[in-house]
Every structure is written in C-alpha cells, then in structure tokens.
C-alpha cells in the first residue's frame, strides 16, 4: 500500500466525502511517486486511479504501483464522472486552490445530479508538511551541493564583479552537476540588498559594502534555500551591528522550535528581539516557511498562525532587516522540527 494515499484515505473519512480529486502536479507527484504532467488522481477509500492521455499512457503503466491508470479520449471531466458512478462516489472533494474560475465551470456543468462537489482544501499540502526520511535524504543531498556551490563562489564575489558575473558562475557550477536552481538566485550587492527579492543587476561589486546572495539547488525535485551574507572591505559598524542583531534573532527564533510550539511564538521571537533594538520596521516579511517539492509550502512562519509546528516539518528561519537604498541583512537556515527540538540540517548557524 502506498503510504501517503492509505494516509490520504483516512482523511476522507474525516472530512465525509467519498473521494477526492486531485488535479495539481506536484500533489499528483507526491501521492503517485512519479513525475506527473497534466494528469490527475481520483482517490477513493478503496481504490486510486491516475487519470491521463494518450501521451503519457504507457509510461505512467510502466511506473505506477497500486494505482490503476486510466486513459481518456475526450474528456477528462466525463472519465472522471464515470470512475465516481462505477465506485459509488457520491461526494467528490476537490481543492478550490488549484482551479481557475473557467475550467471549475466546466466541472460543474458535467458533474451529474447524483454527486455533489466540496471543497476539501489543502489536504495533500498538509501531508506533504511533514516530510519522510526518503525526502529528507534528498533535501539533505541537495544541501551537500548547494554548500559546495557557495564555498566555489565565494572566491568570486569581490570587487569588480557584477551581479551578473556571479549568477553565471552559479549556472555554470549547477549545470556541471546536474542540477538545477529552486528559484532564480537572488545577488545582491550593496543598496540592492535592500530590496527583499532584487532582481540580478549588472551592477559591479564594491569595496566595503554587503552582498546578499539567496539561492537554492533543486535535487530530483527537492529543494534547498539558504541566504548568505558576504562582506567586502572595512564593514561599518551600522552594517556590523544589523548583522549581529539578525544573527541574534535567528538564533532565538531557532531557540524556539520543537514539536507542538505555536507558530507565532518562534516568529514573535525573532520580531520582538528586533522591536527591543528598535529594528522590527526594517522587517517586513514573514520569519520563514516550508520547504519540499516547492521552495515555498506549508508551514508559514508568521505571527498571525496560531497552530503549533509538528516534527517531521522542515522550515526556514530567514530574519531580515533592510534600510531602504542603503543595504539589507537575511540570514536563513533550513530547520528540521523534532520531538524534543530541532536540527539546523543546513548545518550553520550564524
């Protein structure tokens, strides 16, 4: 039995439907075990089918266990509808966060009287918060490179060289290894460091300033996100002491994390350690999030979620402060939530 259906089944039950349609690839990824391309998965209690085209057919047969893949011809909605009367599926869940308004009409107007649609949200995501020991062993591989890649650019990032330079020296290490980016990598250097997401510049690198540098390695469909900072020359004391106050917040936010702690309070650790220095208007965004097949899943770490962190999550912790057109300092690490505590298993703390 398929692990993550049996315990997606069980959630049927909970929420009293009597299956699920599950449209999104990367859910479909998770619960088939194999790459999926515009396929979905109908789960029953009893039984699951992976429902796609002529074009993946045959693959999909050749990989799948325990789920019965079924090809349609025309419409997919009329397979689907088909598959629910045969297995006597009366209450069809679906997620609305993965459906535009046009093609949920087109469900609707195929759907039979005899079955009725609910919204059953986020109940794939919220297995996929907690990771197994196979996904972290992905993870933990792809950190192995992605720690590889920041020790090769370290020697580069200095002065005279342009944003631009370092972000093809981090495609050119990713490529030789087989491996791709979880985002477009984030450098910059100086008052570009201010700007949370800045987009690579071909500005030119220079003395005495911070460079920011927040990439990830995507490793068979894991992902990694670390920010680094890099500092150049003589650092100013404003620019040392934001970075020691970051550094500070990270470490008690950290401090924080165990099984069945409330989300909020790791995030209000980092934010009110930042309020007694008087930095929390300089950081504006959340404490971190979730990390697995997508660089951004559940859990949000902010201070407005009031539901408690689980072992088995894995997390960024990402405090920042950014003074506008001057410079921005983020520190982040990968956190794994433990029974009694956490692993930092991005194995730095700053």
């Known amino acids: ?14 929420r009293k439907i009597d299956g699920l349609l599950v449209t999104d690839d990367i859910n479909v990824s998770y619960l088939s075990r194999i790459n999926a391309s515009e396929s979905w998965l109908l789960v029953t209690p009893n039984k699951t089918f992976y429902i796609t085209d002529f074009r993946y057919i045959h693959e999909v047969r050749k990989s799948l266990r325990r789920i019965q893949a079924i090809q349609y011809a025309v419409s997919i909605f009329d397979t689907v509808f088909e598959l629910a009367a045969k297995h006597s599926v009366k209450t069809l869940g679906y997620d609305e966060c993965h459906w535009t308004l046009s093609r ?26 907690i990771k197994e020991t196979t996904e972290l062993n992905l993870v933990r591989a792809g950190l192995d490179i992605h720690q590889q890649a920041l ?9 005279g060289v342009s944003e631009v330079e370092i972000l093809k020296r981090l495609e050119g290490f990713t490529r030789l290894r087989d491996v791709g980016f979880s985002f477009p990598p984030i450098v910059a ?16 690198i220079k003395n005495n300033e911070p ?8 490793f068979k469909g894991y992902k990694t996100d670390l920010t680094r900072m890099f500092f150049l020359g003589k650092i100013s ?19 924080c994390i165990r099984d069945g702690v409330e989300i909020a309070v ?30 951004h899943e559940g ?41 009694k505590g956490y692993e930092v298993i991005s194995g730095h703390i700053n």
């Open 237 to 255: 004391n404003l620019v040392k002491d934001a970075r020691d106050h970051v550094a500070e917040a990270q470490r008690r936010a950290i401090e």
């Open 1 to 14: 039995m398929n692990s993550r259906i049996k315990k997606l089944q069980e959630q049927l039950a909970v």
């Open 104 to 129: 949920f009409k087109g469900l609707k107007q195929r759907c039979p009287k005899s079955v009725k649609l609910v919204a059953a949200n986020q109940l794939v995501e919220s297995l996929r918060e």
């Open 299 to 339: 859990p949000k770490l902010h201070h407005t979620v009031r539901r408690p962190l689980r072992a088995g999550m894995l997390v960024t912790i990402e405090p920042a402060v950014y003074f506008p057109h001057k410079f921005g300092i983020r520190l982040e690490e990968m956190v794994l939530v433990k029974k």
């Open 189 to 204: 250097s100086g008052p570009n460091s201010s700007y949370p997401h800045a987009h690579v510049s071909p500005r030119k």
């Open 266 to 295: 790791v995030d209000e650790a980092a934010r009110n350690y930042l309020k007694s220095k008087k930095l929390d208007k300089y950081f504006g965004h959340a404490l971190g999030h979730g990390v697995g097949l997508e660089i």
């Open 151 to 159: 020790k090769y650019i370290k020697k580069f990032i200095k002065p």
């Open 211 to 218: 460079v920011l540098l927040d990439m990830g390695v995507d």
